[in-house]
T-cell receptor
């Protein structure tokens, strides 16, 4: 059974710091991995989608990497800003119809 | 519409009542998903529609939960005899054709069962 773990569960950093969020999974047979952002009381906003054949994707200050063999993905946020404060979720599509989510990392960027 | 919409945004009901939650996906998206999110957790899969049919309803917790998508667009999640444990945020997502395509989420419906 696929399990998805996100570490740390919460993170507080000063503005301007570069940071890395981690997502690990137990079964490397995945089709894609998607990173989302969720603001309090809101739905999910898609940040980056990495297909299984890719190793990374970049969008602005965000870079996501995927290493299927080690069961890991990282989300790198450069030059963090207070507006980056949110919960970040990773999700795996493993075939069939289900997508499996991690519990998320709550990020707080202090001004 | 530009994105996935869900109504109502908040629903408060009493234990034992019936509720309906509505999802309007992005126009042209054939795949539609329902998820449930409890506080501090990631979304949990409930049901997946491809067109009008429920291709996978294995995530529905019990027979009090039912969902329909009669015309392949709008979907309604129906919960009978609500229980306090049903309180959660119910999220809907759509994608172009399911599978490995990117999912786009609505803002969710926060259900509170008193």
């Amino acid at each position: 059974k696929q399990e998805v773990t996100q570490i740390p569960a919460a993170l507080s950093v000063p503005e301007g710091e570069n940071l890395v969020l981690n997502c690990s999974f137990t079964d490397s047979a995945i089709y894609n991995l998607q990173w989302f952002r969720q603001d309090p009381g809101k739905g999910l906003t898609s940040l980056l989608l990495i297909q299984s054949s890719q190793r990374e994707q970049t969008s602005g200050r965000l870079n996501a990497s995927l290493d299927k063999s080690s069961g890991r993905s990282t989300l790198y946020i450069a030059a963090s800003q207070p507006g980056d404060s949110a919960t970040y979720l990773c999700a795996l599509y493993t075939g069939g119809f289900k997508t499996i989510f991690g519990a998320g990392t709550r990020l707080f960027v202090k001004a | 519409g530009a994105g996935v919409s869900q109504t109502p945004s908040n629903k408060v009901t009493e234990k034992g009542k019936y509720v309906e939650l509505r999802c309007d996906p992005i126009s042209g998206h054939t795949a539609l998903y329902w998820y449930r999110q409890s506080l501090g957790q990631g979304p949990e899969f409930l049901i997946y529609f491809q067109g009008t049919g429920a291709a996978d309803d294995s995530g529905l917790p019990n027979d009090r939960f039912f969902a329909v998508r009669p015309e392949g667009s709008v979907s309604t999640l129906k919960i009978q005899r609500t229980e306090r444990g049903d309180s959660a945020v119910y999220l809907c997502a759509s994608s172009l054709s399911g599978g490995a395509n990117e999912q786009f989420f609505g803002p969710g419906t926060r259900l509170t069962v008193l």
